[in-house]
């Protein structure tokens, strides 16, 4: 475990009340692709957790991740990339849907699921760990199955993975409400079900996104997605 020391601010310096990493992803990213700890608590009605050492990835992985939205603005560039930054808490996603409600009045929203707080199985009560994530806020690997989709993840590089789905919902509601982007596309997780199925988070339609599984040999053309995520396996520290 690495714990990242990132450029030290100034006490005058306007930003100096903000974990460095943000101050250092604002600049490379632009404000519109980053989701601060202070936004994501507003959000899901959580405390700064201040004097935290969290999850991050790397400066690395940071200035990549800034190259290759920049080369994404080229013209015919492929794929389509948009990376960013987003704080997440250790919510599950039964959590995350009892916070965020399903009203579609007060959007972001879940779509209703009566089963979800129900099931018998773990996944939807499993918590991530706590920190800053990068995703790949476009989806990938569509019409083909989860075991191609993790082969071509795998293609990538090592610092490549499919996204958590508890920390990629988080992501997704968080972009819908603080940057007025809607993901549309469901991703395709890691988590099994009880059944072999691997857990699936839906379209983000205006009633919400639902959240499910598939069995990994599913293939139909159009689902399902999967997002993209670096590694976040060092820490930084919250003021």
């Known amino acids: 475990m690495t714990v990242h020391k990132f450029p030290t601010l100034k006490p005058d310096d306007p930003a100096a009340g903000f974990p460095n990493i943000e101050v250092m992803a604002l600049n490379l990213l632009g404000e519109k692709n980053v989701i601060t700890v202070q936004q994501h608590c507003e959000l899901f009605k959580q405390k700064i957790p201040h004097c935290s050492l969290v999850v991050n990835p790397t400066i690395e992985h940071l200035q990549q991740a800034a190259l290759e939205n920049s080369q994404c603005g080229e013209v015919n560039y492929e794929p389509e990339i948009d990376w960013h930054l987003v704080y997440v808490s250790s919510l599950s996603i039964v959590e995350q849907y009892r916070i965020i409600g399903t009203d579609p009045e007060k959007r972001p929203c879940f779509k209703k699921d009566n089963d979800l707080e129900k099931s018998t199985d773990s996944w939807p009560f499993r918590k991530p760990e706590a920190g800053y ?3 790949d806020a476009s989806c990938r690997f569509r019409s083909t199955n989860w075991q191609a989709q993790e082969d ?88």
């Open 152 to 239: 071509a993840i795998s293609a990538l590089g090592r610092d490549y993975v499919r996204a958590d789905e508890t920390v990629f919902l988080q992501a997704a509601m968080s972009i819908w409400k603080k940057k007025g982007k809607r993901i549309f596309h469901s991703h395709w997780g890691r988590s099994l079900n009880s059944e072999g199925h691997r857990v699936c988070i839906g379209e983000f339609y205006s009633e919400g996104p639902w959240v499910s599984a598939d069995e990994p040999v599913f293939s139909r053309a159009d689902s399902h997605w999967v997002y993209v995520a670096h590694t976040s396996n060092d820490r930084c520290f919250i003021p």
């Open 133 to 135: 994530y990068l995703i």
